[in-house]
């Protein structure tokens, strides 16, 4: 199998569809880190931006890495920050008359409602590049040093901040009430 960092190569020499086989590779995991984080309406319009901008800045790639995935979260994040920077202050709350009538949103809410929203609310509350490395080592499940390469920091910098983000959750009070009500 062609490695990512030669499909690069190709594509800069030419072969136009090389980069097509690089975004097949990658989609799913872009789109879907890009989901999780600013909602699926966004997150399509982002990911054709981090595509153009991926190939736009793809001779700046380091092929010594073969995987270009961690390359592409550094990527689809700076695509994000641009896109939170452009929204206005306060997003207007949809309207609620265009709900289908006789839809009942409250039977869809459970404890996962709650757990949700104690974890966002942790979440918020550590640094940005605490939030950053553990999101990307939780839940697109680079190492730590795939994480520091795509934030564009030491590896060291990233264990660190994972270390501190990872006690923080765990000294959290609500986060420990969670746990042991699940035990209940």
Known sequence: MTSDAELIGKSLDGDGEAFVELIC?????????????VGREAAEDLL?????????????????YPEARPWLYGVA???????????????????????????DPWSAV???????????????????????????????????ADAARALGMPAGTARRLLHQARTALRTAPEVAALLTNANV
């Not at 939030?131 to 990307?136: F, H, K, Q, S, Y």
Request: glycine share 4%.
């Open 25 to 37: 590779r990658h989609e799913r995991a872009i789109g879907a880190y890009l989901t999780r984080r």
């Open 48 to 64: 054709g931006e981090v595509w153009v901008a991926a190939f736009e800045s793809r001779s700046t790639y380091d092929r010594a």
């Open 77 to 103: 994040l700076n695509k994000m920050r641009r896109h939170w920077r452009s929204r206005p202050a306060e997003d207007p709350v949809p309207d609620a008359t265009s709900l289908a009538n006789g839809w």
């Open 110 to 144: 459970d404890a996962r409602v709650d757990t949700q929203s104690v974890l966002r609310s942790v979440l918020a509350r550590l640094q940005p590049e605490e939030r950053e490395v553990l999101t990307l080592v939780a839940w697109e499940d680079l190492t730590v």
